[in-house]
């Protein structure tokens, strides 16, 4: 693995990771189980702080101070852009679920 590409549950801590020592009290994180373990933000049902986030729309305010979304935003994160070459499979993932939610909240703010 690349040492500097650390995983959301390595960064947090959260050890909701497939095989981590959370995973039978709080069950294993869908950011894992998707493989977006750099993308955790786009990714709704994500459990951060101890409570589940909810949608992309819900949670995307709380996202934007996490230092995991600071390091891999794709737009302004030090090393977002790594993840394209780095995980092609999570970055396409990535880029579909923010296509369809930014069409969803234009869309919302047009009608």
């Known amino acids: 693995m690349n040492e500097e590409l650390l995983n959301c549950w390595e960064i947090k801590k959260c050890q909701r990771q497939k095989g981590g020592k959370k995973?039978?009290?709080?069950g294993q994180?869908?950011?894992?189980?998707?493989?977006?373990?750099?993308?955790c933000w786009a990714v709704a049902g994500t459990l951060c702080g101890g409570k589940i986030?909810?949608?992309?729309?819900?949670?995307i305010r709380f996202c934007t101070s996490c230092e995991?979304?600071?390091?891999y935003n794709r737009s302004r994160g030090e090393l977002g852009k790594m993840i394209r070459t780095t995980y092609?499979?999570?970055?396409?993932?990535?880029?579909?679920?923010?296509?369809?939610?930014?069409?969803?909240?234009t869309l919302a703010g047009l009608i």
């Open 29 to 39: 994180c869908i950011a894992s189980k998707e493989g977006m373990g750099h993308s």
């Open 53 to 59: 986030q909810g949608t992309t729309a819900q949670k």
């Open 23 to 26: 995973v039978g009290e709080l």
């Open 68 to 71: 995991v979304y600071e390091i």
């Open 88 to 105: 092609p499979k999570e970055d396409a993932k990535y880029y579909d679920i923010m296509m369809k939610f930014y069409n969803k909240e």
